[in-house]
């Protein structure tokens, strides 16, 4: 299963929303690459991100953006991968 698009174009809209942005921030920044290749962390680091954007998902989701993250073997603590992460969210 793919992540849903509109899942992925509220995320997008809400990381561009000052309310949200720090927070999202300080979530993604926590983590390095090791363990965003562990499934349990990616999933808490998914379940962090929904409640503190106030938002729902199906475990179906939960478990297309764990594989989504995964494989995109991205370490958050780099400029240059954060980079590229935003340009996946935002389809630039």
């Given at each position: 299963?793919?992540?849903?698009p ?14 949200y ?15 965003l ?32 993250v ?23």
């Open positions: 299963m793919r992540i849903d509109r899942l992925m174009c509220r995320f997008a809209y809400k990381c561009m929303h000052p309310a942005r720090r927070r999202i921030r300080v979530i993604l920044k926590s983590h390095n690459y090791a363990a290749q562990d499934p349990y962390v990616v999933g808490c680091m998914i379940d962090s991100l929904c409640a503190c954007c106030g938002d729902t998902i199906t475990p179906a989701q939960r478990a297309a953006a764990i594989r989504f995964m494989a995109q073997k991205c370490n958050p603590l780099l400029a240059s991968h954060r980079a590229r992460m935003r340009g996946i969210v935002f389809g630039f």
